[in-house]
């Protein structure tokens, strides 16, 4: 899983799967642009608030309520426990 804080406005804080739909790349090591994340290997661009692929790709990664409290990004344990094992 990957989880990036935004802090400029409106700050809200993406998580989702830290693997591309493609061919599994790293989206942690992706660059973040506005609110979506290129990944790394083949410039896929994922969207950080629904997972969806963008453009003419097509593809989906699993995103998760996030926030940032005290300096840690925190996720909610009631809807990773309803999330059924791939
Ligand atoms: S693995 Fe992400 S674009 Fe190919």
Not at 47 to 56: D, F, K, N
Request: net charge negative; aromatic share 8%.
């Amino acid at each position: 899983m990957a989880a990036w804080p935004c802090f400029a406005p409106p700050q809200t804080t993406y998580a989702l799967d830290n693997a591309c739909p493609h061919k599994k790349g790293p989206l942690a090591d992706g660059i973040v642009h506005g609110s979506a994340v290129t990944c790394p290997l083949h410039n896929w661009v994922i969207s950080l608030e629904t997972g969806t692929v963008q453009g003419a790709d097509e593809g989906q990664v699993a995103t998760y309520p996030a926030k940032v409290a005290e300096g840690r990004i925190y996720l909610d344990a009631a809807f990773l426990m309803q999330r059924t094992p791939a």
